[in-house]
């Protein structure tokens, strides 16, 4: 710059002292870099919506809800069979993170080659909940981004759920405990007691034990 205002050329070395003589500094722009964030592990869609099993424990759907009460929230992880819609494992805390989602996968013994279906939730596409899956011999399922449709099971009972608890029920707007113990009592009463037509009018249990 100071070269094209003059038409002798002046040395970098000279502007420099220049610079220093006079207390004036340069601002360098520093260099943009690329933080490489953690991994994340995705997988494929292996159901394609066709949500059929033909033995227990074959394909398993699991999700996560929350559960408002007042001006707090509780969230629910569930894990549901295919084969016949009982919800086998289930946790409720305050928080929805990590251990919500691996403490419901650890309640239960889940054969090696079982298909696990989620959607691509931060919790499911984790390290840890990766791991915990190669640990148990589990193939991990992924719905597409954005796409609910695609574990519609376990999509459709987390608000039947609160519909029939939350939205009729001013007593859960009181305490997490009430939340908990009604919400515990819905899927018992779900489970062993909610005929099916799909499973010839026979709860989820029923047909287990009847069918399996």
């Given at each position: 710059?100071?070269?094209?205002?003059?038409?002798?050329?002046?040395?970098?070395?000279?502007?420099?002292?220049?610079?220093?003589?006079h207390?004036?500094?340069?601002?360098?722009?520093?260099?943009?870099?690329?933080?490489?964030?953690?991994?994340?592990?995705?997988?494929?869609?292996?159901?394609?919506?066709?949500?059929?099993?033909?033995?227990?424990?074959?394909?398993?759907?699991?999700?996560?809800?929350?559960?408002?009460?007042?001006?707090?929230?509780?969230?629910?992880s569930s894990?549901?069979?295919?084969?016949?819609?009982?919800?086998?494992?289930?946790?409720?805390?305050?928080?929805?993170?990590?251990?919500?989602?691996?403490?419901?996968?650890?309640?239960?013994?889940?054969?090696?080659?079982?298909?696990?279906?989620?959607?691509?939730?931060?919790?499911?596409?984790?390290?840890?909940?990766?791991?915990?899956?190669?640990?148990?011999?589990?193939?991990?399922?992924?719905?597409?981004?954005?796409?609910?449709?695609?574990?519609?099971?376990?999509?459709?009972?987390?608000?039947?759920?609160?519909s029939?608890?939350?939205y009729?029920?001013?007593?859960?707007?009181?305490?997490?405990?009430?939340?908990?113990?009604?919400?515990?009592?819905?899927?018992?009463?779900y489970?062993?007691?909610?005929?099916?037509?799909?499973?010839?009018?026979?709860?989820?249990?029923?047909?287990?034990?009847?069918?399996?």
């Open positions: 710059m100071i070269n094209q205002c003059y038409t002798s050329p002046i040395n970098h070395k000279r502007v420099q002292r220049i610079m220093q003589k207390h004036l500094n340069c601002r360098v722009r520093p260099k943009k870099t690329t933080r490489i964030g953690k991994p994340y592990y995705k997988t494929d869609n292996l159901l394609q919506r066709q949500f059929k099993a033909s033995c227990p424990m074959e394909v398993l759907t699991t999700d996560i809800t929350y559960l408002p009460f007042g001006h707090s929230m509780l969230y629910l894990i549901m069979d295919i084969y016949n819609g009982e919800i086998v494992a289930y946790k409720i805390d305050d928080k929805q993170d990590q251990s919500l989602v691996n403490d419901t996968l650890n309640q239960i013994d889940i054969p090696e080659g079982c298909i696990l279906h989620s959607d691509q939730g931060s919790v499911y596409t984790s390290y840890a909940y990766y791991q915990l899956c190669e640990e148990k011999g589990i193939i991990r399922s992924m719905s597409r981004k954005g796409t609910p449709a695609d574990n519609a099971p376990i999509e459709s009972f987390h608000p039947s759920l609160k029939e608890t939350f009729i029920n001013n007593e859960l707007n009181r305490s997490n405990h009430i939340v908990i113990d009604i919400v515990e009592k819905y899927i018992k009463n489970n062993n007691n909610r005929i099916q037509q799909k499973l010839g009018y026979l709860s989820p249990v029923k047909y287990r034990e009847l069918i399996a």
